[in-house]
């Protein structure tokens, strides 16, 4: 009987004590295995293909570091299966959130939680530690099973506004030292894709990856900074750097590290895992977020023609917007960089504009104003500045130039959000990292930048047909993004030409208005100059059409940086898009998923002589059902979209 009692005590202890933990995603295509030896470890294979090997993870708290020569208290294995409903329907209204869970508790007080999705991996440290912790390190270190491409949005300092070209290399070809900001994109064997990134970012620096001149990467952070000058209105200078990289609660979850993976470019694009992984909803009352298209200033600098006064920061050019907004049923207008005494005086407008006036007058156009703002002034008098947005009746801010990501700046976002939210105020946070789930728990967070966007056509070339494809894989995993589409001016890459004060845009006019598809942003912006779009008519009636935020994305076809279908339901009506690099091509498109009915399809597409003048294109309106099949033809930086109704 003794030797029967310890033999089940040894077989009921095991999985408390075993060296390796293995959990797979609910399809079991995608495995991970966990190793606790003197360091916990972990690799993961997709449909039995290796693709992590030994990857390392560690907590640095100074006195002690977790991860390091573990002790198991205790595994255990979860499945979930729901529906999570959104606020802001970035992608969806609904999402699947399936997983199983392992959760490995460790002494003293902190358990390490792997959670798998049929489309990806996210890990995270938790801590139950009385005090407040100082974290000198995360560790972060992701060792490849091959030698993999990767898409690298290299940056030269962690201060940075996050904008970057996404370099095209060989893991191992980047020298040590080499860093990105997320999210990036790993291509491993078998057309499997990896975009990393982290969701469920609060209290804590935003993750880089460094490369080590090896098929691995290691994690870096901004530091927590103790001291700075300023220089100018919105730059520091003369950085003195803590050697931790925060101070924070002892008991609190930490960011999750997340790992997008599929076999698919087009379902890599439909992945939701940031906003799955991150804080539910803190907003009561959300019946006034209201995302919308949003008519801009800035990118065309006020560039109007054919009125009797002239354009500037002033009363009269912001009542043209108005107007021109009320017309296409535009719901909003930013006034951007100038509308303010002066930079750092956010309180009042300049001695040009009166801000009640503009605002009372757009009330009766049903158009609402939302205003820029630098975020220095803003954090050092956040309150009272609100109070006086709120009160004059604005709807929104756009606050710019943070272009760090410190503790600090990760703390602004989640007060400067907090505090908008509280007085019913949106916002849009430009000069800004990277999305990282908490518009989840803030939904009036209703963009991010981010992004190398459309105004770098100001100062540069680097906004081709292909870097705007490469976004849909890229950038946009990590959340939605401010890249403000729109341009009427679209030229040939022998053609175009740098313009700050009258800028254009690489490819066809048809590739632009794609974007309002296949761009994921609530609030998005008709860049151009009022000007444009009332002298181009059929382009300017058909964007103001497009809606924001969808009941359902479906991409149709994808190839990673080359080009891209999709559809998005809104209603009972689809709207289509696709956009192409620099390459013509051809695709198909079966309308199978349109369901039962006649629809209306109105279409834009490039013209016969778009890869001349890229301004051509053909506007088609025509009945189809769900057995039609129709064949798209993209021109060079080319583009297609498309609005079916439903009869």
């Not at 079991?28 to 470890?41: L, P, R, Y």
């Not at 100082?134 to 992701?142: A, C, I, R």
């Not at 053609?495 to 309002?516: E, K, L, V, W």
Request: net charge neutral.
């Amino acid at each position: 009987m003794k030797t029967i009692l310890l033999i089940l005590f040894i077989v009921s202890g095991f999985g408390a004590f075993a060296k390796d933990y293995t959990v797979s995603s609910p399809n079991g295509k995608i495995k991970v295995t966990v190793s606790v030896e003197t360091q916990i470890k972990w690799s993961a294979t997709v449909d039995n293909q290796p693709v992590f090997t030994g990857n390392t993870l560690s907590l640095d708290l100074g006195t002690s570091v977790l991860g390091i020569n573990p002790k198991v208290v205790s595994g255990k294995t979860s499945t979930v299966n729901e529906t999570v409903q959104t606020v802001v329907a970035v992608k969806s209204k609904t999402i699947s959130n399936n997983y199983n869970q392992l959760n490995l508790n460790f002494k003293p007080n902190y358990t390490v939680s792997f959670r798998l999705f049929d489309n990806g991996i996210a890990y995270r440290f938790e801590t139950n530690i009385k005090d407040q912790i100082t974290v000198k390190y995360e560790e972060v270190g992701l060792n490849f099973s091959g030698d993999y491409g990767v898409l690298f949005p290299e940056e030269e300092t962690v201060y940075s506004h996050y904008e970057r070209i996404y370099l095209d290399q060989k893991i191992s070809s980047l020298n040590a030292g080499r860093f990105a900001s997320l999210p990036t994109l790993v291509k491993a064997d078998n057309n499997i894709k990896i975009g990393i990134t982290e969701a469920d970012l609060f209290d804590y620096p935003c993750l880089f990856l460094e490369a080590t001149g090896k098929a691995a990467f290691k994690s870096k952070y901004p530091k927590v900074i103790l001291k700075s000058d300023p220089k100018g209105d919105r730059e520091i200078q003369n950085i003195q750097e803590a050697d931790y990289i925060a101070t924070t609660s002892g008991t609190r979850t930490f960011p999750w590290r997340v790992f997008m993976i599929s076999t698919e470019d087009a379902r890599l694009v439909e992945n939701q895992m940031v906003f799955l992984l991150s804080r539910e909803n803190k907003i009561t009352d959300t019946s006034w977020i209201k995302p919308g298209l949003v008519a801009w200033d800035w990118w065309n600098e006020n560039n109007i023609y054919g009125v009797d006064f002239k354009a500037g920061l002033d009363t009269k050019t912001y009542k043209y917007y108005i107007d021109f907004a009320s017309k296409h049923n535009i719901p909003y207008i930013i006034l951007d960089e100038g509308w303010t005494k002066s930079t750092t005086n956010i309180k009042e407008a300049n001695p040009d504009l009166n801000l009640q006036e503009l605002i009372a007058y757009g009330k009766t156009k049903n158009v609402d104003i939302i205003l820029w703002c630098l975020w220095n002034p803003l954090d050092a008098d956040m309150d009272a500045i609100l109070d006086i947005y709120a009160k004059v009746g604005a709807k929104g801010i756009k606050v710019d130039f943070m272009a760090r990501s410190e503790q600090y700046m990760v703390n602004f976002y989640e007060r400067a959000a907090k505090a908008c939210a509280d007085r019913k105020l949106l916002i849009d946070f430009h000069g800004a990292f990277k999305p990282s789930g908490m518009g989840r728990a803030y939904p009036n967070i209703i963009n991010h930048e981010g992004v190398k966007g459309m105004e770098n056509a100001k100062w540069s070339k680097d906004i081709t047909p292909e870097h705007d494809v490469t976004l849909c894989f890229t950038r946009m995993l990590a959340g939605p993004m401010d890249f403000t589409p729109g341009a009427m001016i679209n030229k040939n890459e022998k053609d175009y030409a740098i313009s700050f004060s009258n800028p254009m845009s690489m490819g066809t006019r048809c590739h632009q208005i794609a974007m309002y598809v296949c761009y994921d942003s609530p609030l998005q912006m008709l860049a151009d100059s009022p000007s444009n779009y009332y002298k181009e008519t059929e382009t300017t009636t058909f964007i103001s059409k497009m809606p924001t935020v969808w009941d359902d994305t479906k991409v149709l076809d994808a190839k990673v940086g080359d080009y891209i279908l999709m559809a998005r339901q809104k209603d009972n009506n689809w709207y289509l898009g696709a956009m192409t690099d620099w390459t013509a091509r051809s695709l198909d498109l079966d309308l199978s998923f349109l369901g039962e009915g006649t629809f209306e399809i109105e279409i834009m597409q490039d013209g016969i002589n778009a890869e001349k003048s890229c301004n051509d294109y053909k506007r088609i309106v025509k009945q189809i059902t769900s057995a039609d099949k129709l064949k798209i033809n993209l021109a060079k930086g080319g583009g297609w979209a498309a609005i079916c109704k439903k009869l």
